[in-house]
């Protein structure tokens, strides 16, 4: 098959997957031109649309919803840069008629009179992160009453450091605990404070020898409203039993200050002025760490609004903590309005009755009515409308309705405001046409708000609940955000005269060519975008020119490689150059000396340059914060490109962390094994430094694997094009089944099951913990293998063979047949090149098994610079060296006969699955959650509603591990049918395929798991 005819099928292929939905005359959800191309390329393309009701039109009743909009559905222009914010309210789904009066009319009242300070404490879980809902009710309260500065109340250490009012960086010493913590017994003490957390930069009961430092730094987020970015006062809630800390507060605006934190075993507020500031670092240092319960960026009079997110939190939290610790923090903070916002966790946990939650809920609202001073009132804030997708349908969860009943009871036995912000929504089914708005106001899990969501929701309450004349949400913001992130298209718009109207008459070509030179982080450019397979269309085109004449041959591939990467990682593109010539001259060097020292002098720079590289990038900030943790020093992290980026270039980015370029770990690896087996005398070097770069940056396989030796592939680069008609339509198979097993099973069993348990497993049964983590062991495999079927696919059409990475993993009898099978370049390039390095298995068995413990160290620190993939590896590590015990006492397992070998099988997938647990979760503490859940706390309360709410993914995760386990000659027999049958049989297939695709994908690219890595 000729690159042209491949260019040519490709090409035929996109026009019928864009054009079903102008050919075919049902309304059903397929995709269009639009869909495809670029939103900035296809606007200068004349496409006509299709017009007409949407199939299946979402009513608010309705049971069984389609989930995606029918493309040729008459949207109104939403777009962020074209919609005037008075316009907005119109648009927007209107709330339900508002009470008359206000329920909290009279507050408001009271607030407009107010001479003093006003203090709302909003509290909630997942759904307030961010500072969303609040910065909306902050910005507009204080126009409507007499005004106020800050952002309120924060910790050093955030669930989001990243708000709509302030950023927050903080050293890497802070730690932050929560009641949980005292259950781990981490702290000895429930003393949480407002937060029900506090955070310290040394444990509990600990004095350094030397002054240990500690900083954060906290400035005004371009999406803060004028009000937030004014710092008026810096108000710090405390108890210090140890020894005096030192204080220094930095701004933008005053002179350094100094103050002490003062020894007290009460909780004590410190304070200063601040002039308005809008930049903040505040310092501190001393022996000993003091518990910071809160830091309030405030000021003396008006409107302050806190925002208290409590990730995973049901809301009843407050009876387990000091009631005097609260006491006194609310003394201080003397709160006029405290409002709660829950029930998104409860919602997971479906039961019969919801009793207890209405009981726990009043038990609450009745401690904080005592421990708050006198004339606080309370707001409790009913669930939102939520959904769960099942299969092509999204359903709304059965229990919403009675946990409202639960908390309007609660709010009736505790006489607090309850607010229905269900039917302020639209009731039953709502959050579908909040996601499907344009832009969307809910996110894909129909469970959470986008920005502009909360503020419709926050816009909703104050008309609703304080006043009837509220502004309606103001998307300046947004449209200052989305110029932030698309800085090369504005420079494009801004040039010139006329630029409202040149944009506008921009020629189709100069606009092809700002995407095309744009690197939009944003937008990953991956195997499953639209925008790739349009990019590889061309790169087939140019291929067809030139793919007889190997120099320009190689010469294209590399220059397309290297455009492959700047968009997939930026420019970061100048490390892989700066490697590639790196070892392309060491290869020279090594092969061209005489004396075997210059040799190794060649080869260890080589290692040096690349594990320097990977070491700089990857393991900086790790290693800083361990030396930190350990001998109690204040080092920090510094991004060096970044800093001389900004001296040279004049540019902002912040240099506290250093970010990882992707693929960094694959293609320094590839590229060291080919200086060292030059070394080894193995091959000979790579006399044209393009033939060497197309080698070390082939795009199929750069960002992500298989880890390809130049050994095998050099050659090829020498070979003329070759590609015959079964190898093409292997090619072919290879692309679906790996873009099936990334989109319609790893993308939707993480969206929809697992991602939701790993981030809050406390949340979920032991039994449902144990399910997400079998669904991880599939989401994984599929991710990552699916990754390879598409990089092999995609190159075989090009003519070169990459290997095979992945051999059913699962089916192992033990863990070293496992890393015969899983990642198998990664497992013989750690074999190769460190494990034989250290001695192999040639200095006695003590010594063996010390290098495998040492590779699968190194191996799990491969993955990530965290204490997590070290854990992974070393259970991994300790695996093979019982497997290697077991063969030198019993000559292994014999599995000859099948229930020895279904049992060894069995075995070695329950190790594998346990050991993703540590791979896989956020942190060590999560991980311990999910391990005490599945102990402890195993059956859930109704299997029939979990089966029910979750049986797409479980039957997706059933599908998934039943074709894994398949005979591989039944898999085989189904690829050789597919290879056989005419090739327009092929074509329709993969059709049939890509609509299936589209129909399952998520409304955000999910980036394969390993380009982490």
């Known amino acids: 098959m000729r690159p042209f005819r491949s260019f040519l099928l490709l090409l035929v292929f996109l026009i019928c997957f864009a054009g079903l939905s102008y050919i075919l005359p049902w309304k059903l959800n397929l995709p269009g031109i639009e869909d495809i191309i670029p939103k900035e390329i296809s606007g200068k393309l004349p ?80 759904q307030i992160e961010g500072d969303r809902i609040t910065s909306y009710l902050r910005d507009n309260l204080r126009k409507n009453g007499p005004g106020g500065t800050g952002p309120g109340l924060f910790l050093p250490v955030m669930p989001v450091t990243y708000t709509r009012s302030v950023y927050i960086r903080a050293s890497s010493n802070w730690q932050r605990y929560n009641y949980l913590s005292f259950r781990n017994r981490e702290i000895t003490h429930r003393r949480l404070g407002p937060f029900m957390a506090f955070c310290r930069y040394l444990p509990e009961g600990s004095n350094s020898t030397a002054v240990t430092k500690a900083w954060i730094k906290v400035v005004p987020s371009v999406l803060a409203d004028s009000s937030s970015m004014e710092y008026d006062v810096l108000r710090i809630f405390y108890t210090n039993r140890k020894e005096p800390v030192d204080l220094v507060v930095r701004s933008d605006k005053l002179p350094e200050l100094n103050g002490t934190l003062e020894v007290t075993d009460q909780l004590k507020e410190f304070r200063c002025p601040l002039g308005k500031a809008g930049n903040l670092l505040i310092e501190f240092s001393g022996v000993g760490s003091p518990d910071i319960y809160g830091i309030s960026i405030e000021s003396d009079k008006g409107v302050i609004i806190d925002n208290i997110p409590q990730r995973g939190s049901a809301g009843l939290e407050f009876t387990m903590v000091d009631s005097l610790n609260l006491r006194q923090a609310f003394g201080l903070l003397k709160p006029d309005l405290i409002i709660l916002h829950f029930g998104l966790n409860i919602v997971k946990n479906l039961s019969g009755s919801y009793t207890y939650y209405e009981k726990g809920l009043s038990r609450q609202i009745a401690l904080l009515n005592r421990l708050c001073p006198p004339g606080t009132r309370f707001l409790l804030v009913g669930l939102t409308d939520m959904a769960y997708a099942e299969g092509d349908e999204i359903k709304p969860f059965p229990n919403l309705q009675m946990i409202m009943d639960a908390q309007k009871k609660a709010a009736g036995a505790t006489n607090s405001v309850f607010w229905d912000a269900f039917g302020a929504m639209g009731g039953k089914s709502s959050i579908i046409k909040w996601f499907e708005m344009d832009p ?17 929701l926050a816009h909703a309450m104050m008309t609703q609940l304080f006043t009837a004349s509220v502004p309606p949400p103001d998307t300046a913001h947004l449209v200052a955000a989305v110029n932030v992130v698309d800085t090369v298209s504005k420079v494009m718009a801004d040039s010139g005269p006329g630029q409202a109207g040149q944009q506008g008459n921009e020629s189709f070509f100069r606009t092809l060519a700002a995407w095309a030179l744009r690197y939009d982080q944003t937008n990953p ?24 004449r190997l120099i320009l041959r190689n010469l294209y591939l590399f220059l397309v490689s290297l455009f492959f990467y700047y968009k997939t990682g930026g420019f970061f593109l100048f490390i892989l150059i700066f490697v590639t010539v790196i070892d392309y001259a060491c290869g020279l060097l090594i092969y061209n000396a005489r004396r075997k020292t210059a040799r190794k002098i060649f080869v260890l720079a080589s290692i040096i340059s690349n594990l320097g590289l ?13 030396v930190n943790s350990l001998f109690h020093t204040n080092f920090k992290v510094v ?133 997400a983590i079998y669904g991880y062991g599939l989401q994984i495999y599929c991710d990552f293998s699916g990754y390879t079927d598409i990089a092999i696919g995609v190159a075989l059409i090009l003519g070169f063979r990459l290997p095979v990475n992945f051999n059913s993993p699962y089916k192992a009898s033990n863990i070293s047949d496992f890393w015969k099978r899983w990642h198998i370049s990664l497992s013989q390039w750690l074999r190769d090149y460190l494990y034989i390095s250290l001695g192999g298995n040639r200095n006695g068995k003590v010594r063996t098994c010390i290098n495998l413990m040492i590779t699968m160290l190194l191996g799990g620190l491969w993955h990530g610079a965290n204490i997590r993939f070290i854990i992974w590896g070393g259970l991994h590590g300790i695996g093979l060296v019982i497997n290697k015990i077991w063969e030198w006492l019993f000559g292994g397992v014999k599995t000859g006969r099948t229930i020895v070998k279904v049992i060894s099988v069995f075995l ?106």
Request: aromatic fraction near 18%; proline fraction near 6%; glycine fraction near 6%.
């Open 908 to 1013: 070695t997938f329950q190790f594998v699955s346990f050991c993703w647990i540590f791979f896989r979760a956020p942190d060590l503490q999560s991980a311990g959650l999910m391990l005490h859940q599945i102990v402890r706390s195993f059956l859930p309360s109704s299997f029939s509603d979990l089966f029910r709410v979750y049986s797409s993914v479980f039957s997706l995760i059933a599908a998934g591990y039943l074709i894994h386990f398949l005979p591989e000659k039944f898999k085989e027999s189904y690829r050789g049918i597919f290879i056989r049958i005419p090739l327009a049989a092929q074509v329709f297939i993969v059709l049939i395929v890509a609509v299936m695709l589209f129909q399952m994908r998520t409304n955000e690219i999910l980036p394969f798991i390993y380009f982490r890595f």
């Open 525 to 548: 450019f991956i195997f499953t975008s639209p925008a790739f397979w349009i990019f590889f269309l061309f790169v087939l085109l140019g291929y067809s020119l030139i793919y007889k």
């Open 639 to 771: 991004d060096l490109l970044s800093s001389f980026s900004n001296s040279v270039l004049g540019t902002t980015f912040d240099i506290s962390y250093i970010i990882l370029p992707v693929g960094i770990s694959f293609f320094t690896f590839q590229s060291l094994s080919y200086t060292i087996d030059v070394y080894r005398r193995k091959m000979e070097p790579v006399r044209n430094i393009v033939d060497f770069g197309f080698y070390v940056s082939f795009f199929p396989h750069l960002v992500a694997g298989p880890i390809v030796r130049a050994s095998v592939f050099i050659p090829q680069i020498y070979q003329d094009f070759k590609i015959t008609p079964r190898e093409f339509s292997h090619a072919l198979y290879m692309i679906s089944k790996g873009l099936i097993k990334k989109v319609i099973i790893s993308n939707f069993i993480a969206v929809n099951f697992i991602d939701r348990v790993f981030d809050m497993p406390s949340v979920y049964s032991g039994f449902e913990n144990l399910l």
């Open 47 to 126: 496409l006509r649309h299709k017009t007409g009701p949407k199939a299946g039109a979402v009513t608010p009743d309705s049971l069984n919803i389609t989930r995606k909009v029918s493309r040729g559905k008459q949207a109104p222009d939403l777009s962020l840069s074209s919609v005037p914010a008075d316009s907005l309210k119109s648009r927007y789904p209107e709330p339900s008629e508002p009470a008359s009066p206000p329920p909290l009319g009279s507050f408001l009242d009271s607030l407009r009179d107010s001479k003093g300070q006003v203090r709302i404490m909003y509290y909630g879980d997942s």
């Open 440 to 456: 969307p106001l809910a996110k894909k899990d129909y469970i959470h708000f986008t920005d502009q969501g909360a503020d419709t």
């Open 614 to 626: 990977l070491g700089y990038f990857k393991y900086t900030g790790f290693i800083v914060s361990t």
